[in-house]
Nanobody
Framework: QVQLVESGGGLVQAGGSLRLSCAAS????????MGWYRQAPRKQRELVAAITPGGSTNIADSVKGRFTISRDNAKNMVYLQMNSLKPEDTAVYYC???????????????WGQGTQVTVSS
């Protein structure tokens, strides 16, 4: 089994900052891309940011310049630094990782349970 556990969500005023963390654990041979998605009420889940093991990133236009994604490959962790938060950033944020559990298995997507981020105006 593979578990992803997020932390760092909460309530913040517009213009404030939060840092989300996600730790992957369990039966892990290798981790490919890691990323953060979010889902606001009555909206579809959307990609916020993703990062490869080598550090290449893909950042959504809506958060570019405000959010930064990073990872620690040795610790199997991914982070999302969120600055200049806006009310429209309010959503449940989910950690995602593409994990290969052994050299004999194909990689699969795994998800965390989600952490609420609420930005008040």
């Amino acid at each position: 089994q593979v578990q992803l556990v997020e932390s760092g969500g909460g309530l913040v005023q517009a213009g404030g900052s939060l840092r989300l963390s996600c730790a992957a654990s369990g039966s892990i041979f290798s981790i490919n891309a890691m990323g953060w998605y979010r889902q606001a009420p009555r909206k579809q889940r959307e990609l916020v940011a993703a990062i490869t093991p080598g550090g290449s990133t893909n950042i959504a236009d809506s958060v570019k310049g405000r959010f930064t994604i990073s990872r620690d490959n040795a610790k199997n962790m991914v982070y999302l630094q969120m600055n200049s938060l806006k009310p429209e950033d309010t959503a449940v944020y989910y950690c995602n990782a593409v994990v290969q559990r052994s050299r004999y298995e194909r990689a699969n997507d795994y998800w965390g349970q989600g952490t609420q981020v609420t930005v008040s105006s």
